[in-house]
């Protein structure tokens, strides 16, 4: 599955590339070549943080799916149960 940015997105993220470019490598890059570098790092790194970040998103909610079954549990055939409650024994 492709990682696909938003439009706003994509544009912020490659004039954030053209920035470090600036500030960090003491060279300007232009915007066609920031945004093939962007969908470089996108489709070669991105799974990565993506898969991490799914992983870490199970790790989080794996123990309270295990408790689900405590938290929601209905006991079946209480019908008798609930209704003796309020009626006289004859």
Avoid at 12 to 25: G, P
Wanted: proline share 3%; no cysteine.
């Amino acid at each position: 599955m492709p990682i696909e940015l938003a439009r706003e997105d994509r544009q912020q993220a490659v004039e954030s590339i053209m920035r470090y470019f600036a500030e960090h490598m003491d060279e300007r890059i232009g915007n066609v070549s920031a945004g093939a570098l962007l969908g470089f790092f996108l489709e070669e790194i991105g799974p990565l943080v993506y898969n991490r970040a799914v992983a870490d998103a199970q790790e989080k909610l794996l123990p309270r799916v295990q408790e689900l079954d405590l938290e929601v549990h209905e006991d079946a055939f209480q019908y008798w149960r609930k209704a003796g409650r309020g009626r006289k024994q004859r």
